[in-house]
């Protein structure tokens, strides 16, 4: 058996990139990409992205060096996933909610050859640009401006621009050959920065095996059929949009790009285009809750929307499907090249009512397939907990579609993969029929008088109040118990907290703290409910709790005034501070 | 980027094996197998299967060690398909319509450790094993019963039973852990030998990467969603069911066994469990449509049914999907560790009338997802055909999930390898959709005064014809253009050829030939028309050519008498006599 060797016809290294050859020879007639008037086939994508590839080697890009890139959901942002890796190359795609500050923070930690800005961040990149000017790290890249691709003209001629790079590129054969051939699967093909720390950013590599089995996992996981009709709301870079820019391709679908994500742009390119499937973060259910409905008469189905990054509150996931949305619900990392879990509909659950077809929507769900193992652990005995539904532990994961690791940070890439596996850092439990539900980080989980509180469960409890819009929950300190939880809440418009209708029940922090002490235990209640007119949210539109910690550490509780030092020990035991990975 | 370097985490070997652990964490509550009263969950299925592996371990079956098995679709048939893997060994899965030598001389090529055997096929294996005690191989293997699981009792005390290694199996959780992180994913998974030969078998050796990426091709190219309730009609032992036995785990499925493939059993455990998927040949169709109809009252869709093996019939497809089921057609071969093509659904076929939906359907497809490559070459010059839906070339394909090769034979390794693609051995042409649709094997192609002539295209015209239930079409000698098709042709039942009923029109050679005439080219026409009560088939349903070709030459053609010996050499040159692989 051994002496079988492995040879060119049967040995090709995993990567998605052969995604898009397949592409063009499978679906010639297909549209790939809309954008406004822009339409491309997929053999015109191909031939694009042959032709960037081409111009990259002729700039002397090589294997490993990084391009970065800075531009919303555009077709140049989509090509730049084949075409950069096509080089032999690391896309370096960049959270472009982010300042000056931060992102010249990571260009000098990348090492960029070449960035790519998107024209509307001239006045953004000229700062960073300018930042990067009295470094001395000796940062020299290539800057290169991406135009809308029907306005051509607006190209002036002193600088490298992304059309023309297009348009000189000269692909021989034996070179697209080799562009789809990579040396080894192990190979980067993506360098992410996470979001959410104030520290230094760290920088996910991930591998050319590890996005092509993401990318089938998500397409699984999502029951994601053949020609879908993509609108892309959740940002490519963010974590290469869940890998889906990889699946689309796989499956020969369209890209829907769109420049800017409001309701009225979402309703208006479902509707043109019959888009069949969307990812969102929960926060954007909000915006279209408040745009204009959408008219579901030339629709044969609901349209199919991932959401991830936070657990879907049921409210507004009954709300949002009711405009015609069909949720599922996902959770990954940056660190698990994306999607790590699906929450997997089982046929039983659809003899259930609503409500309780929301609440096993809400949880987490099974590890994707092409992961190779899923389990929650006790973190200090390395055990699985049970699987009981109650038994918290730290997620943890295993398989190909992993990181290689964080750029040039070995200590937080062995804490990372301690004992073995991915360490999460999301404290969860197992239910009896084996799906898994986030009860929080690890880092904001409450420690209240030795019990654990998750805040999410309090959250979830605020949000089925119908005047709460948002709510976030973190631990305040307290005299007695060490922490207990402190609400930070916005409501419903029209409802202030002083009541403004007579007709209405006041809303006020007595209220809701009332309403709370009947819906959960009582050690679990909030003593504090600030009210806000919004809340703090990072770029990924995901609450900055560590801001919300920090206002509730000025916060006092009244009703009691004893300190045991005991229980503040306990609490600075059981909490591991630093959280190593940064959910999607 | 080069110094992050693999751990645990993020580098496991890709398996299909591990599919069953996660079946069993989760899917807990679902049914694994139904098998008459039998029942089993994922769970039970895993413990069984842990169980057989630790048996086998302490039997001392190690790496690369083959354990054949000649069995039907019993859920044995299945728990081997991992547990056998999983201790490092290789499935030997047996085709159960060989007969005794056939058997005997793929065991010698095999020389498998253990040899499990279903008791219905006890006569057959004493006449095995009857013919091996004359050979002076040290063939030194355990023969191991399997007894119905629901009738233990039936075992006598000194035969080593498969029941018996189950109960007695004590897997630890150390073997455990080993069992499914295998060395290398790389390593054999599976020796399955092709049919249709009259040489020495070939046996396909696969491995675990390629059994993986095949069974995700599956899915995807099916879109099979999770948890489906799969009929086995297909034999396990044929490409290990087109790699579905994995495929079902990985999606958490019920493998509905059944022993006996006929309509009512098919029938009857469609509608008992709710089946909705199932594989089988086309030849398949004529049983079920032989049967008492499908009651479709209580299903909410039809069944999907994938077919390959050879091309459907559209008129067969026509009346089995009135019947309820919903065809999809794929092209696999045993080299390809199963499927390699998929005819995609393309949503603008629906706005066909349906004799061209089912002509569409006819085609083999585009490349499943997990294969590198696909092409059509011409063999003479290895350029790529034309697109154009005319022009015929070899089909080639290239990836990971290729087989590794034929065990101890080099030789036709090498030739199956030729130019860096496995070549197919099969015929075909790509139309200007991106579609493959095979035209011929290779060596079934007709060369008449140097035209290839497809005997496929003859064949469907025939099937055409409302009296034809089956036609087989193969070349036989003329004397002015070297070769011309010659039919075998099955009627209608109540239709012969003398026509028995008066209001009929007579069926004859005439009347078939001059039907042809109407509907072909005319140097594609049959000169010579057999009519047969059944055609000859091998073990897997499919017409046995060669059979026919002996047939066809000794019968002669009449019309014209004059050898050119010219054309004769010409149609030795075009024709490739040694077809290297065998078509699913």
């Known amino acids: 058996m051994d002496n079988l060797a492995l040879c060119d016809a049967n040995n090709f290294p995993l990567t998605p990139i052969t995604f898009l050859k397949r592409a063009a020879e499978c679906y010639p007639n297909r549209t790939s990409i809309i954008y406004g008037q822009t339409r491309f086939t997929w053999p015109q994508t191909y031939d694009r992205c042959c032709r960037l590839t081409a111009s990259l080697l002729s700039l002397n890009i090589r294997k490993n060096d990084v391009v970065s890139v800075l531009a919303p959901n555009i077709p140049a942002m989509y090509e730049m996933h084949f075409a950069v890796p096509m080089a032999g190359a690391v896309l370096n795609p960049l959270n472009t909610r982010l300042d000056a500050k931060s992102i010249t923070t990571i260009l000098r930690h990348a090492q960029p050859k070449i960035f790519c800005i998107d024209r509307s961040f001239e006045t953004l990149s000229r700062e960073i640009l300018h930042l990067l000017s009295f470094d001395d790290s000796k940062l020299n890249m290539l800057v290169i401006f991406i135009d809308e691709t029907d306005f051509p003209k607006t190209i002036s001629s002193n600088e490298l621009n992304y059309e023309s790079l297009i348009r000189r590129g000269e692909p021989t054969s034996s070179m697209v050959a080799h562009m789809f051939r990579v040396q080894n699967e192990h190979d980067p093909i993506s360098l992410n920065y996470t979001s959410g720390t104030t520290d230094d950013p760290k920088g ?6 590890g996005a092509y089995l993401s990318s089938l996992g998500a397409i699984m996981g999502w029951e994601m059929g053949t020609c879908p009709v993509y609108l892309w709301t959740l940002p490519m870079f963010h974590c290469n949009g869940w890998t889906l820019t990889w699946s689309v391709a ?23 285009h019959g888009v069949t499937h969307m990812c969102c973060v929960p926060t954007v259910f909000n915006i279209l809750l408040q745009g204009k409905p959408l008219d579901l008469s030339n629709r044969s189905g609901p349209v199919e929307m991932l959401t991830g990054g936070s657990s879907p509150p ?56 092409t992961l190779a193992e899923t389990d929650v652990k006790n973190t200090q005995t390395q055990e699985s907990v049970p699987r009981d539904g109650k038994t918290m532990g730290e997620i943890f994961i295993k398989g190909s579609s992993v990181m290689k690791g964080y750029l040039k940070n070995p200590k937080a890439t062995l804490e990372a993969f301690k004992y073995g596996w991915l360490n999460t850092g999301d404290i969860g439990v197992i239910h009896p029929d084996g799906h898994i539900e986030i009860k929080d980080r690890s880092k904001d989980i409450i420690i209240s008088g030795g019990e654990n509180i998750s805040s999410v469960e309090v959250e979830n409890v605020l949000y089925k109040h119908h005047k709460v819009k948002e709510a ?9 118990w060490g922490e207990t939880p402190c609400a930070f809440v916005v409501l419903e418009k029209g409802e202030t907290n002083q009541g403004v209708r007579e007709d209405s029940l006041v809303t006020s922090e007595r209220d809701l703290i009332e309403y709370c002490r009947e819906n959960m235990p009582r050690y679990m209640c909030p003593r504090k409910v600030v009210f806000l007119e919004e809340l703090p949210k990072n770029g990924n539109g995901k609450f900055l709790k560590p801001v919300l910690r920090n206002i509730a550490n000025g916060l006092v509780v009244s009703d009691e005034n004893t300190v045991s030092s005991k229980i503040v020990q306990q609490r600075k035991e059981k909490r591991r501070v630093n959280s190593l990975t940064s959910r999607l």
């Open 250 to 272: 796989a499956r020969g679908g369209t890209n829907v790009c769109i420049r800017h994500v409001t309701a009225s742009e979402i309703f208006k390119n479902i509707q043109m």
């Open 314 to 369: 049921s409210a507004l996931v009954k709300k949002v499907q009711r405009l015609g949305f069909h949720v599922i619900h996902a959770y990954g990392l940056t660190e698990a090249t994306g999607p790590a879990l699906f929450c997997e509909w089982q046929d039983e659950w659809n003899r259930l009512p609503e409500n309780q077809q929301l609440k096993l929507k809400a949880r987490q769900g099974v590890g994707i397939l």
């Open 204 to 209: 996910v590599v991930i591998s050319h095996r």
């Open 472 to 480: 976030a929950v973190v631990a305040m300190p307290h005299p007695v």
